[in-house]
């Protein structure tokens, strides 16, 4: 019997870069997925996807929310 319980999340950038270098003036990001059964940790993973796409090293990202 398939459940009628669901939950989906969409996580949306939406970047204005000004007047940086190589960089085009706007950017809209969109992260979608299916958190339906996702424990904390799947959060946690998707949303250092998401800093990572709004330009974020990976060393900051360690330093501020610790490594998995």
Do not use: W
């Not at 270098?21 to 950017?27: A, E, G, P, V």
């Not at 946690?44 to 998401?50: D, L």
């Amino acid at each position: 019997m398939k459940s009628e319980f669901s939950l989906k999340v969409k996580i949306i950038l939406d970047c204005k870069n000004g007047d940086l270098d190589n960089y085009t003036y706007t950017n809209t990001y969109t992260f979608e997925f299916d958190a339906t059964d996702l424990t904390i940790v799947g959060y946690i993973e998707q949303f250092r996807t998401v800093l990572r796409a709004a330009g974020y090293s990976e060393k900051s990202i360690k330093d501020h929310m610790g490594e998995f």
